[in-house]
């Protein structure tokens, strides 16, 4: 590492095991991922962290990505006193989110998990015409699209939780 690293960086690269494992789980519920992006401390720096995240993220089986995605609360009901599933949320409105809740739980019914996108910079209705879009999807195009949009949730977040990149705000579940 070098010290021009960020200090949010530095603190994240000399966590212990456990505590690294509770910042890793805050940014992405799979433990395979967590596991992964923690093997490859330190970083020495945010662009390998994130390559890092990546790679973990291209490497999570369908059953990692299903536990990644029971840490997602549906798009239109953020987690109650979760900052980050509110802010990530934001973009919601309430004119939106009766709609956004009905097509989750069909999109749920045909596919088993939450409608996942990164909803950074996204407002209720581009969510919509995107669940609309992705509902009738089969399951393997499905799970790719997933993948990706975690991996941008779980880049934004890892960029927040070592101080950087404070203007992307957002993610989602």
Request: charge should be negative; hydrophobic fraction near 40%; include cysteine.
């Amino acid at each position: 590492m070098t010290s021009s690293a960020p200090p949010g960086l530095a603190r994240f690269n000399t966590a212990d095991e456990p505590g690294a494992a509770v910042l890793l789980g805050e940014v992405c519920a799979s433990r395979a991922w967590g596991a992964a992006v923690a093997a490859g401390r330190p970083y020495g720096s945010v662009g390998a962290l994130l390559a890092a995240a990546e790679d973990a993220t291209a490497g999570l089986t369908a059953a990692d990505l299903a536990e990644a995605m029971a840490g997602h609360p549906p798009i239109g009901r953020p987690k109650p006193g979760d900052a980050t599933s509110v802010r990530e949320q934001s973009g919601v409105g309430e004119a939106e989110r009766a709609e956004l809740l009905e097509l989750n739980l069909a999109y749920q019914e045909r596919h088993g998990h939450v409608f996942l996108i990164c909803a950074t910079g996204r407002g209720g209705e581009e969510m919509l015409a995107a669940l609309n879009e992705r509902i009738g999807n089969d399951a393997d195009t499905e799970r790719e699209i997933v993948r990706t949009e975690l991996g941008k949730i779980n880049r934004i977040r890892l960029a927040r939780l070592v101080d950087v990149g404070h203007e992307e705000e957002g993610g989602q579940g």
